[in-house]
């Protein structure tokens, strides 16, 4: 069987993804919550409902709902959300960032949200727009997220996730100062943070390591993130500062024209670094689905969380 040690050196007795899934067969309880995105078009929208549909019977914690890197897409994250508490019996998590409004303005939608039964929210400073280099804080908003999720907690007690990276946000002095950041969040009322996507098992490890060491004792949850499109996982990485280890360039290389064997590529990357991470004790995890079901269903099944009905 396959282990890992904690400066992510692989060990293996036997070797093969098949010996690392087998130790996920246990009756301990797994939660999952899913990442969607408002849709902008028709097209789009019919395919976010078909994977919030295949991935409802999963019974995720919550379900989250983006909200554009500059707040852009605050009326299509509204409707969105609005849809999946009038429509569904999930828990909708909607995002909030400090971008382009002030604390007026986001108390505003913090108190509609409240009103609506939404009782979770994801709190995160946001990414300037395309054309700005440097953030800026709005001059009567929010200044980071520490700031707005202490300000979210004095509207109503949301149950509030934060954003974490384990390979150091990329607009931060250093790995102390990004650590001491997330403290702040944790500090000022955020019940847990949700990570960054990563593939080297080992990092993530030693950041929780860090994170424990720095006093932080609320939950950290990886963010694992199924590769559609090599080429598009790139450009994220490259956007969040995220690092795409050779081997797995490897495991994608030659397979720009063949679909389904990136697929099934795709998925035994996903299902073994999320086994790998549940034998380590990682018992939450939170799926990054580009609103689209498949493989996050599949690395979902692989490590037992699967339809009551189908379960039983």
Partial sequence: MARISRDGRRQSERGGIGSVVET???????DVSFEFFPPT??????????????????????????????????????????????????????????????????????????????RHLVA??????KDVH??????SGYAYASNLVAGLKRIADFDISVAAYPEVHPQAKNAAADLD????????????????????????????????????????????LPITRFPQLQRFAEQCGASVPSWLRERFDGLEDDAETRKLIAASVAIEQVALLKREGVKEFHFYTLNRHELAFAICHAIGVRPQKAAA
Avoid at 134 to 139: E, N, R
């Fill in 181 to 224: 950041n997330l403290k702040r969040k944790i500090d000022a009322g955020a019940s847990r943070a949700i990570t960054q996507f990563f593939f080297d098992v080992g990092m993530f490890l030693r950041f929780r390591d860090r994170c424990a060491a720095a006093g932080i004792d609320s939950p950290v949850v990886p963010g694992i």
């Fill in 41 to 118: 078009t028709e097209a789009m929208e019919k395919t976010l409902w078909e994977s919030v549909e295949h991935l409802g019977v999963l019974k995720p914690r919550f379900v989250s709902v983006t909200y554009g890197a500059d707040g852009s897409t605050r009326e299509r994250t509204h409707a969105a959300v609005a849809r999946i508490r009038n429509e569904t019996t999930l828990t909708a998590a909607p995002h909030l960032t400090c971008i382009g409004a002030s604390k007026d303005e986001i108390d505003d939608i913090a108190r509609e949200y409240w009103d609506m039964g939404i």
């Fill in 24 to 30: 996920t067969k246990s009756g301990e309880s797994i």
């Fill in 124 to 129: 995160l400073r946001g990414d300037p727009p």
């Fill in 134 to 139: 440097h953030y800026k804080p709005h001059p």
